[in-house]
Structures are given as C-alpha cells and as structure tokens.
C-alpha cells in the first residue's frame, strides 16, 4: 500500500475541508449537492414523457367524429325550427343544446374513461407503478399524469367549441359577438372532463386491466345518464354526469349564469381532487 493510500480521509484537509478549520464552508459538498439536484424527479419531464408514450391517434379521431354527430344533431334540430328560433332571436343556443346532449352524457364520459384506462393499463402490465415507488419517482409520475390529464382534458373541449364554432358561424351565419357565454363554458367543460380522467386513473390503480376499469367506468356512465334523463336537478354533483351539468345542456336559460359555471367549476374541481388523493395513495401501495 501506498503513503496516498494509506492516509486518513477524515483528517486530510485536501479530500475531507471540514479538518481544515481555515478554509471556511466546505466546497467539495457542493457539487454533490447539486448533482442531487439535477437527479431530482422532474415534474416536467414526467409530463413530457407521459405525452409522448401515451398512444392517442385514436381517440382524437374518434373525439372529433363523435363531435360531429352531435354537431348534426344540434344542427337538425336547428334547421327543423329555424324560423321559430328566428323569431325568439335564438343563434348559438339553438345548436349549442342538442350538440352538446350526447357527446356530454356518452361520447366524452366514455372515450375520456378508455384513453386513461389505456395508459394506465400499459403501467401495470410493465409494472412501472412498482419500479416508480422503488426508485421514489412515483410522486413527479402522478404529477405528471394529472398535467397530461389536464391539457387532453383542455383539448378534447377545444376540439368540441372549434367544430361549434364552424358550424354556427359558416353554417349558420351566426354573429361571433354572441359567442362569449359557450366559450366560458369550456372552463367548466374542461374540469369536469379532467374530473372523470383523473377518476378513470384512480380506478385502474385499482382495477389494474383495461377491461375492469372500463367495466367500471361504464356502470358509472350508464348511472349518469339515467340521472341527468330523469333528476336533472339533482345530477349535477355526479362525477359521470359533470359534463352534461358544466354545459348547462339541460338548462339553457342559464347558459350565460356565472352562478350555473361556478357551481360546476367547483364541483369538477372537488371530484378531481377527491379522485387525484385515491390515486395517488393505490399507486404508493404498488409494490
């Protein structure tokens, strides 16, 4: 053995500054420090990978033709009333109402369910869930999760409000200046499709497979649906009939309230924390 390898760390002031009373803080820990700091999770990181692997060409298509049935139908409803419409001075709400029944009550619940429920399939079939706890990512994952959830929440209604838009306005003629109330829905909209994402993920850390989260998910549909047909009043709390309630489809007399937005606004929001909370804790118990 060499004298260089035969010194003391803890007393050599070149390898350990802490013995060297003189040479102030300790430099050499610093680097360390900072190397800790580059190997910290990245919520972003996590968001953009989370965008990148989650396979989603079909369910933007099947969104956008799905939409467009409920643009037919609004736009039926229209033409077949459109000289009473025209009398009551009724534009965007003519269409707006029926357009928005059907996707709200079926097509959205459920494709948003079966895109999560795809994703978080693909976790437990890798165990990724298990390899997140043990190298204590799996918080940044969630976040990163519950981001992606919330920016194809945001563009599934932007898909639904460009082909409303087009069809009032091209279609119809209708004045973009009346626009404003269907636009702020989209506020709500998007929560309260996020809502039902974020269950779906909840679900799935416990179903596991896509079949069972979708069975379940599909029970939960069903069940909004009968609720918003038969008590429309009292469905609006109902995670799987958030959407329907959040575009006032059932109640265009409100269609512009602040009051009818913020009530949905807030009942999505509780629903997407409730849902983000069990999620988060079945997903630390994969091990």
Same mark, same amino acid.
């Given at each position: 053995?060499?004298?260089?390898?035969?010194?003391?760390?803890?007393?050599?002031?070149?390898?350990?500054?802490? @013995?060297?009373?003189?040479?102030?803080?300790?430099?050499? %820990?610093?680097?360390?420090?900072?190397?800790?700091?580059?190997?910290?999770?990245? #919520?972003?990181?996590?968001?953009?990978? /989370?965008?990148?692997?989650?396979?989603?060409?079909?369910?933007?298509? #099947?969104?956008?033709?799905?939409?467009?049935?409920?643009?037919?139908? &609004?736009?039926?409803?229209?033409?077949?009333?459109?000289? /009473?419409?025209?009398?009551?001075?009724?534009?965007?709400?003519?269409?707006?109402?029926?357009?928005?029944?059907?996707?709200?009550?079926?097509?959205?619940?459920? +494709?948003? %369910?079966?895109?999560?429920?795809?994703? /978080?399939?693909?976790?437990?079939?890798?165990?990724?869930?298990?390899?997140?706890?043990?190298?204590?990512?799996?918080?940044?994952? =969630?976040?990163?999760?519950?981001?992606?959830?919330?920016?194809?929440?945001?563009?599934?209604?932007?898909?639904? /409000?460009?082909?409303?838009?087009?069809?009032?306005?091209?279609?119809?003629?209708?004045?973009?200046?009346?626009?404003?109330?269907?636009?702020?829905?989209?506020?709500?909209?998007? +929560?309260?499709?996020? @809502?039902?994402?974020?269950?779906?993920?909840?679900?799935?850390?416990?179903?596991?497979?896509?079949?069972?989260?979708?069975? #379940?998910?599909?029970?939960?549909? =069903? &069940?909004?649906?009968?609720?918003?047909?038969?008590?429309?009043?009292? %469905?609006?709390?109902?995670?799987? @009939?958030?959407?329907?309630?959040?575009?006032? @489809?059932?109640?265009?007399?409100?269609? %512009?309230?602040?009051?009818?937005?913020?009530?949905?606004?807030?009942?999505?929001?509780?629903?997407?924390?409730?849902?983000?909370?069990?999620?988060?804790?079945?997903?630390?118990?994969?091990?």
């Amino acid at each position: 053995m060499t004298h260089a390898n035969a010194v003391n760390p803890a007393t050599n002031p070149a390898i350990n500054p802490a @013995a060297n009373p003189a040479a102030g803080p300790s430099h050499a %820990a610093m680097p360390r420090a900072h190397a800790a700091g580059r190997r910290r999770p990245s #919520v972003w990181a996590a968001f953009r990978w /989370e965008t990148r692997k989650a396979g989603n060409l079909w369910y933007w298509i #099947v969104t956008v033709l799905f939409d467009a049935i409920g643009m037919f139908n &609004g736009w039926s409803q229209y033409t077949g009333y459109q000289a /009473e419409f025209a009398r009551q001075g009724v534009t965007w709400a003519a269409i707006w109402g029926q357009a928005i029944l059907l996707p709200s009550m079926v097509f959205m619940p459920v +494709l948003v %369910a079966a895109f999560a429920a795809q994703v /978080e399939a693909n976790e437990h079939r890798g165990r990724n869930w298990q390899r997140l706890n043990a190298a204590g990512t799996v918080n940044a994952a =969630i976040a990163g999760k519950m981001l992606h959830g919330l920016a194809a929440s945001a563009l599934t209604v932007l898909v639904f /409000e460009a082909e409303f838009i087009l069809v009032g306005r091209f279609a119809a003629g209708f004045d973009l200046a009346q626009l404003g109330p269907f636009l702020l829905r989209g506020i709500p909209l998007t +929560l309260s499709v996020w @809502a039902i994402m974020t269950l779906t993920q909840a679900v799935s850390a416990k179903a596991e497979s896509f079949a069972g989260t979708m069975s #379940v998910m599909m029970v939960l549909t =069903i &069940g909004g649906c009968a609720l918003s047909l038969a008590a429309p009043a009292i %469905a609006g709390p109902y995670p799987l @009939a958030l959407i329907t309630s959040a575009s006032a @489809a059932r109640d265009l007399a409100n269609i %512009a309230s602040p009051a009818s937005m913020l009530a949905s606004t807030t009942a999505a929001a509780i629903w997407t924390a409730i849902s983000a909370l069990i999620f988060h804790r079945l997903a630390k118990q994969a091990v």
